[in-house]
């Protein structure tokens, strides 16, 4: 089983920048593709962004396209999501999540496609 820990949530103001960091542990051989979610209280789980193992392969959810950026470091066992020109409608508890499957990167655009998640970290955009 991979362990995944988020961090580098926050508050920050409308037009500011974040990097999330999502650090897998234990069988991080198996990480295959790994996806970025985030969800409000009383909403479901929203889609944000996927990359796959290698990284050539990302898909991003329309509403941070050009804003958002994922990337991952295998040789540190981490995938970032670099967030500019954040929104107070980006406000959200931001969860990574992981996969040991190697499919079309738009596969992954579901919460029910991964099979494990992060504990999440809390983004807070100020207006």
């Known amino acids: 089983q991979v362990q995944l820990v988020e961090s580098g949530g926050g508050l920050v103001q409308a037009g500011g920048s974040l990097r999330l960091s999502c650090v897998a542990s234990?069988?991080?051989?198996?990480?295959?593709?790994m996806g970025w979610f985030r969800q409000v209280p009383g909403k479901e789980r929203e889609f944000v962004a996927a990359i796959s193992w290698s990284g050539q392969s990302t898909f991003y959810a329309d509403s941070v396209k050009g804003r958002f950026t994922i990337s991952r470091d295998n040789a540190k066992n981490t995938v970032y999501l670099q967030m500019r020109s954040l929104k107070p409608e980006d406000t959200a508890d931001y969860y990574c999540a992981s996969r040991a499957t190697s499919y079309s990167i738009t596969y992954y655009s579901s919460a029910t496609r991964f099979d494990n998640w992060g504990q999440g970290t809390q983004v807070t955009v100020s207006s």
């Open positions: 234990g069988r991080t051989g198996s990480m295959y593709t």
